[in-house]
């Protein structure tokens, strides 16, 4: 895994004010915050709080209302999905969306696309360059592979692999794209504890490569336990900000969890 | 590609070159010619429906307007063979563009729509504009195929040229489908948002695909005109579309070997039908019917299984495992 | 004539033809809701209800009323075991090879029609006479009033089956979410079967309004569907009131075409709409846009 050159105390993502409408429900109500660099960022926030909603406007599933999202100093609100993922923001689903219909080595290699090059032409003559590039992006996909743990499933159709392993590989895809910034979506629903903890130390071995990532989780074990930063929503709105620590403790939050 | 797709295509490339040898009736030859055609259109045809989720049920358009736009402009104005096939290729896929632009932004399937419409609306203006198209009694002179002086004037001798066509068709494509392009067509046709997010631009590769697929249906409809060197019609009518969209289903969606087997058998069962005249439209219709019904992924995998002896499991997902998401 | 009168006289024969459209365009949207799928048998049950009704009417010299029901009956019947044979004990579930089925379908209708009626085209009598009446100085057949009648009695029927009759709510529902439809304990498959049934009937009723004015024969089914279909999408595709308003303006523009520029464009003039509608507001007339979830 390459080192992430960045410097500290810079932003990396910010957000200004975004809203997000369907219909009359508010799914953000002008959320602003800002993410440093080489963190683990976690946002939480009870069922409908517009944790999924928010991943998906900066991901540009869908399009903000209103406001401006800045990634590295660039607005990205408005771009397509595909350009988003092409400036460095990768991201895993909810529910695992894998390529079923393809090998785990293979959904890795999909993923490299931002990342290379050959086109229909090379695709249909398989010229020097584009065999050259293909051996690269199989080899870098089985390095992934190997740091995930993966390698001895490579030829394995992903839809046969565990529910944690699918997880793991989601991320892994995610990574094939090099992003600066990683988004996971629930990335331990559905696993056990011992599943659970496994992913928590992958997900800091992420980090200790110099990986940014947010991460959305309901899971306050882990994300008490490997968060730098904790922003919380309720309603679509920050209801607060700071360290794991401080936010266990704020009023505020207990309030929105137990509903008072 | 694999070793493996390697081998088979040099057996049938083998297998195709000794045909000729073996089989002496100028009729059955000519049917296969028909079907080496058929499969270039089936291929092209099958890279959209099972690479980029989409189907078009205006192929015979595609087809015809290659045929049309070839005999119109080498027989009416005279243009040199080679350059006029490239050129109706040019406009076929122009057109393709068009429709496909507005349409495969959408969600859900629109092209189906545009294309049905499409077909129709080119079949009437072969009608009609009979100072062009010779009209419903059709078009006749067209100049037969030829290279550098050699004309291909029999079924024979055209054999060989529109099997190399067919076969370099089939090479292409499954190059294509093994490579990094093919990879991202595969993976839009199965999840498309997931596929989005993984970096990919699904409409310009959807809209990439339509106007290949459109393209190669335009190269076998030149080379039809020039080799039966009459055109009507009634052979670019709505059911050819149909026909084609059933072959690709008979071998089964995504796989291109399928596509290789449903266009042959498709095109030879015809013929056998016709010992049964009235009854060949019905029994068309059974067996597609059947078929779908109890071998919703083609026959292609179900007679391949035959000849294999172990049973592996499919190695790479891209062949042979028709590519739908949930 | 003047140009004016000449218009009303195009409009009104486009609204008999356009109200065929839309019983077909009902057809169709019953089925999509129902199941997602698009019937391309549909058009076949217009043809059938055509043939039935001679072979009733004319052949068998039963009276018009019974001939009629008879009619229906039947072409209810084959659309019933359509799905229930076909459709029901297909492998696959998707769409695609289930749509493709109803083609199948289609061409296997057709096959057995042109070996049952033969290939030459056929017509009924007009239900009451061919003497027309004349309409603000307009000629129309008293077959176009037996159109409309029958296409607006037809219409208000359905609607107050779907909106007030526990049935008519439990297939509403299955077309709203299939799925809460089913844990709701609406017998689903039962208003599939339904769907399919009505629209079978609804064919056969098409079918025998026009064939009248148009003539029918084993063939004509891939067209009259095409177009119930295009009325559909020109309404907006699945929605009841957006298929009668497709069926009635494709018919219109349809016969406005071909009385203003030329008979043999009529259809290229309906098709060319439906492109036209795709790229402009492919959601149709009536349609709503969809949002996306992950």
Not at chain 2, 88 to 94: E, H, L, P, Y
Not at chain 3, 216 to 231: C, E, H, N, P, R
Not at chain 3, 238 to 245: K, L
């Amino acid at each position: 895994m390459p080192e992430k050159v960045f410097q500290q105390n810079q932003t990396i993502l910010e957000t200004r004010e975004i809203t997000m409408r369907f219909g009359g429900l508010e799914a953000l109500n002008a959320l602003s915050f800002s993410i440093a660099p080489h963190q683990i960022v976690s946002v939480i926030g009870p069922n409908g709080a517009g944790k999924t909603t928010l991943l998906n406007a900066i991901t540009g599933v869908y399009s903000p209302n209103s406001g401006e999202i800045l990634f590295r100093g660039m607005p990205i609100s408005g771009l397509k999905p595909f350009q988003i993922t092409a400036r460095g923001i990768n991201r895993t689903f909810q529910q695992v969306q894998l390529f079923s219909n393809m090998t785990v080595l293979e959904n890795v290699m999909v993923g490299m696309h931002p990342r290379t090059k050959s086109g229909f032409w090379d695709g249909l003559f398989h010229f020097a360059s584009e065999r050259r590039e293909e051996k690269k992006i199989r080899e870098k996909a089985e390095t992934l592979l190997d740091f995930f743990g993966l390698l001895p499933k490579a030829y394995w159709m992903s839809a046969h692999v565990s529910i944690a392993d699918q997880k793991r590989l989601e991320i892994a895809r995610a990574m094939a794209g090099e992003p600066e910034l990683l988004l996971l979506d629930e990335p331990v629903a559905g696993l056990n504890i011992r599943e659970t903890e496994a992913m928590g130390d992958l997900i800091i071995k992420l980090k200790q490569t110099g990986q940014t990532i947010i991460l959305v989780e309901h899971n306050m074990h882990l994300v008490m336990g490997i968060s730098d930063w904790v922003i919380v929503l309720h309603h679509g709105a920050k209801i607060g900000e700071g360290r794991p620590e401080e936010m266990q403790k704020d009023s505020r939050v207990v309030e929105a969890y137990l509903g008072t | 590609m694999g070793k493996k797709n390697k081998i088979y295509l040099l057996a049938y490339a083998l297998i195709i070159f000794l045909v000729p040898a073996i089989w002496k009736n100028n009729y059955h030859l000519m049917v296969l010619n028909i079907a080496a055609l058929n499969i270039v259109v089936v291929i092209g045809l099958n890279l959209l429906m099972g690479f980029a989720g989409q189907i078009s049920l205006g192929h015979a358009a595609f087809f015809g307007l290659g045929a049309y736009l070839s005999a119109i402009f080498t027989a009416t104005f005279g243009f040199p063979l080679w350059p006029t096939i490239i050129l109706a290729m040019v406009i076929t896929g122009m057109v393709a563009y068009a429709i496909g632009i507005p349409t495969l932004k959408l969600e859900g399937h629109y092209l189906v729509m545009a294309t049905l419409g499409f077909n129709i609306i080119i079949y009437i203006l072969m009608i009609q504009l009979d100072g062009v198209t010779g009209g419903p009694s059709g078009f006749p002179g067209i100049p037969r195929l030829q290279v550098g002086g050699f004309v291909f004037d029999s079924d024979r001798k055209i054999y060989y040229l529109l099997w190399t066509i067919s076969v370099g068709t089939l090479l292409l494509s499954l190059n294509l489908i093994h490579s990094r392009v093919g990879r991202a067509m595969a993976a839009l046709s199965h999840n498309e948002i997931a596929a989005r997010c993984a970096g990919i631009d699904t409409e310009n590769y959807k809209v990439k695909v339509f106007v290949i697929s459109a393209v190669l249906a335009s190269l076998a409809g030149s080379c039809y005109a020039h080799y039966i060197t009459f055109i009507s019609p009634g052979t670019f009518s709505f059911f050819y579309s149909i026909q084609v969209v059933t072959m690709v289903l008979i071998g089964g969606i995504g796989s291109l070997w399928g596509s290789v087997f449903g266009a042959i058998l498709l095109t030879i069962l015809p013929e056998i039908l016709h010992a049964v005249k009235e009854y060949n439209v019905l029994i068309y219709g059974i067996i597609l019917m059947v078929v779908l019904i109890f071998f919703p992924q083609g026959l292609f995998p179900v007679v391949a299984g035959i000849f294999r002896k172990r049973k592996d499991e499919a190695r790479s997902g891209m062949e042979l495992v028709p590519g739908k998401g949930p | 004539m003047t140009f004016g009168l000449q218009l009303f006289q195009f409009i009104l024969s486009g609204l008999t033809t356009g109200s065929t459209y839309a019983l077909i365009a009902i057809g169709f949207s019953l089925i999509h809701n129902a199941t997602g799928i698009v019937n391309f048998a549909q058009g076949e049950f217009v043809m059938l209800g055509g043939m039935f009704m001679i072979t009733f009417h004319s052949l068998l010299k039963l009276p018009m009323l019974p001939s009629f029901f008879l009619t229906v009956l039947s072409v209810a019947a084959i659309g019933l075991l359509l799905e229930f044979g076909p459709i029901r004990r297909a492998k696959s579930k998707e769409i695609l090879i289930l749509v493709m089925i109803t083609i199948g379908a289609s061409i296997s209708i057709k096959g057995l029609s042109m070996i049952l009626f033969g290939k030459n085209p056929m017509t009924l009598p007009p239900f009451s006479g061919e003497t027309p009446l004349i309409l603000f100085g307009a000629a129309i057949m008293p077959q176009s009033i037996w159109i409309f009648g029958i296409t607006v009695s037809i219409v208000l029927a359905l609607n107050y089956f779907l909106k007030k009759t526990t049935t008519g709510k439990a297939m509403r529902a299955v077309a709203a979410s299939r799925r809460s439809a089913m844990l709701t304990g609406i017998p689903v498959d039962r208003m599939i079967l339904l769907s399919f049934t009505f629209s079978g009937a609804l064919g056969a009723v098409a079918g025998m309004i026009i064939t009248p004015i148009t003539t029918t024969s084993y063939d004509v089914g891939a067209i009259l569907g095409l177009k119930g279909f295009s009325a559909a999408i020109l309404g907006g595709y699945g929605s009841m009131p957006g298929a009668v308003i497709g069926g009635l303006l494709l018919g219109v523009f349809e016969s406005l075409g071909a009385g203003l520029i030329s008979s043999e464009y009529k259809d290229a003039v309906a098709f060319l709409i439906l492109l036209t509608i795709l790229f402009l507001k492919p959601s149709g007339i009536m349609g709503k846009g969809r949002l996306r979830r992950v």
